[in-house]
Structures are given as structure tokens and as C-alpha cells.
């Protein structure tokens, strides 16, 4: 596609329940990062995703939050059990690998707001 | 850890009057900067990087940015601000080559016309 897709736009769930958050890339990025826009906060970095290697995790904020892709595509984070203070604005980013990953721009997506009540 | 601080949260100006946001970072090493931007109802999308050189960089519509190693600043900058660029503004740093990019908590940018 054109850009960094993900969905859905907005879920609002209770708390307790799962979620299923979607992103797919810029075709051919093979870096994908999800980060949180808490209210009034910057970014959080989440996960990472290069390729085939073992994501980077460390920025989870809890074992309640777990992410995946799949064949070096698409890529869904899920929330277990939602808490209220789940509650933010989650964002998808892609960017082309290569030599110095950090110089890479990256591609980001609208974002899912997920509302807990 | 590393943070990123703007400590500008919400900047009001009028049209053509000059623009300075504040963006002040905590890692001592080599690093790769940026200012990302998010106008009303669009994607974040990157305004202007800096690498390596010369520390001011030019990036589109007119911004640029400065460098200033000794205060771990990377200013943004623009001498006449337009009512189209009423938008939030976040500064981002990575570690020199390391996978994670810290943004900081963005500025809101209103510009009167």
C-alpha cells in the first residue's frame, strides 16, 4: 500500500477484555516499531520488529501486552485483560532497513485510540 | 535511559511572527536527531534530520533546526510562521545506531491568522 495502515481507527472495550491492534507496513519495510501516545505524553517505545530477528521487547509494559508479525509483514499487538490505563493512542512505524538503523525515517501510521471503560 | 525534553507544550503565535521550539535530550554519545510534525487530522511525518555536518539543517516548509552538541539541544526554527503550519511538533533522538528513537512529549502549535 501507499502507507502504513492500521486498524481499527478507534476501540473502545471494558476492562478485563483482549484487544487486537493491526498494523500493516510500507511494502518492502522490513522494520516495524509500535509505540504509545498516552495523553499529554510523547511517544513510548514498545517493540521493534527487523526482519527476521527476535523483537526488541524491552519497552512492554507489562506480560500483558505481547506483539507479533507474521511473515515479515503485518504486524498485530495485543492487549490482555485491558486495563483503564491502557487507554492511549497506539502507533505503528515503519522504515527500510539497512546500515544505521537509527538514521532511518521512519513511516508511521494514523494510530488505533483505544478507550478502556 | 534516555529522554527527550520540549518544554514548550503549547506555543501560541500570529501570523509571521518567529518560531523557536525547545528540545533538549540526555544521552552523552553520538546521536541522530529529528523533528517529526503531526498537522490536524494526518500522520506523524518527519520535518528535518541531522546526522552528522553541519549542525543546522534545513528541512521542508521552511523550518531548520541547530545543533548545539555542549547543551543537547536541537532547536527548531522558523523566521515567519504561517497559519498552515499550526501543527505538534515532536523532537526525536536515537542513540547512535541503536534500534529505539525517544520522542519527546510534543509542542502544540497554534497560529493565529
Given at each position: 500500500?501507499?502507507?502504513?495502515s492500521?486498524?481499527?481507527?478507534?476501540?473502545?472495550?471494558?476492562?478485563?477484555?483482549?484487544?487486537e491492534?493491526?498494523?500493516?507496513?510500507?511494502?518492502?519495510?522490513?522494520?516495524?516499531?509500535?509505540?504509545?501516545?498516552?495523553?499529554?505524553?510523547?511517544?513510548?517505545?514498545?517493540?521493534?520488529?527487523?526482519?527476521?530477528?527476535?523483537p526488541?521487547?524491552?519497552?512492554?509494559?507489562?506480560?500483558?501486552?505481547?506483539?507479533?508479525?507474521?511473515?515479515?509483514?503485518?504486524s498485530?499487538?495485543t492487549?490482555?485483560r485491558?486495563?483503564?490505563?491502557?487507554?492511549?493512542v497506539?502507533?505503528?512505524?515503519?522504515?527500510?532497513?539497512?546500515?544505521?538503523?537509527?538514521?532511518?525515517?521512519?513511516?508511521?501510521g494514523?494510530?488505533t485510540?483505544?478507550s478502556?471503560? | 535511559?534516555?529522554?527527550?525534553?520540549?518544554?514548550?507544550?503549547?506555543?501560541?503565535?500570529?501570523?509571521?511572527?518567529?518560531?523557536?521550539?525547545?528540545?533538549?535530550?540526555s544521552?552523552?554519545?553520538t546521536?541522530?536527531?529529528?523533528w517529526?510534525?503531526?498537522?490536524p487530522?494526518?500522520h506523524?511525518?518527519?520535518l528535518?534530520?541531522?546526522?552528522?555536518?553541519?549542525?543546522?539543517?534545513?528541512?521542508?516548509?521552511?523550518?531548520?533546526?541547530?545543533?548545539?552538541?555542549?547543551?543537547?539541544s536541537?532547536?527548531?526554527?522558523?523566521?515567519?510562521?504561517?497559519?498552515?503550519?499550526?501543527?505538534?511538533?515532536?523532537?526525536?533522538?536515537?542513540?547512535y545506531?541503536f534500534n529505539?528513537?525517544?520522542?519527546?512529549?510534543?509542542?502544540?502549535?497554534?497560529?493565529?491568522?
Amino acid at each position: 500500500g501507499a502507507g502504513v495502515s492500521q486498524s481499527p481507527s478507534n476501540k473502545v472495550t471494558e476492562k478485563g477484555k483482549d484487544v487486537e491492534l493491526r498494523c500493516d507496513p510500507i511494502s518492502g519495510h522490513t522494520a516495524l516499531y509500535w509505540y504509545r501516545q498516552s495523553l499529554g505524553q510523547g511517544l513510548e517505545f514498545l517493540i521493534y520488529f527487523q526482519g527476521n530477528s527476535a523483537p526488541d521487547k524491552s519497552g512492554l509494559p507489562s506480560d500483558r501486552f505481547s506483539a507479533e508479525r507474521t511473515g515479515g509483514s503485518v504486524s498485530t499487538l495485543t492487549i490482555q485483560r485491558t486495563q483503564q490505563e491502557d487507554s492511549a493512542v497506539y502507533l505503528c512505524a515503519s522504515t527500510v532497513s539497512g546500515a544505521g538503523i537509527g538514521k532511518n525515517i521512519q513511516y508511521f501510521g494514523a494510530g488505533t485510540r483505544l478507550s478502556v471503560l | 535511559a534516555q529522554s527527550v525534553s520540549q518544554h514548550n507544550h503549547h506555543v501560541i503565535l500570529s501570523e509571521a511572527a518567529s518560531l523557536e521550539l525547545g528540545c533538549n535530550y540526555s544521552y552523552g554519545g553520538t546521536v541522530n536527531l529529528f523533528w517529526y510534525v503531526q498537522y490536524p487530522g494526518q500522520h506523524l511525518q518527519l520535518l528535518l534530520k541531522y546526522f552528522s555536518g553541519d549542525p543546522l539543517v534545513k528541512g521542508i516548509k521552511g523550518f531548520e533546526a541547530e545543533f548545539i552538541k555542549s547543551k543537547f539541544s536541537f532547536n527548531l526554527r522558523k523566521p515567519s510562521v504561517q497559519w498552515s503550519d499550526t501543527a505538534e511538533y515532536f523532537c526525536a533522538v536515537n542513540a547512535y545506531n541503536f534500534n529505539k528513537f525517544y520522542f519527546g512529549s510534543g509542542t502544540k502549535l497554534n497560529v493565529k491568522p
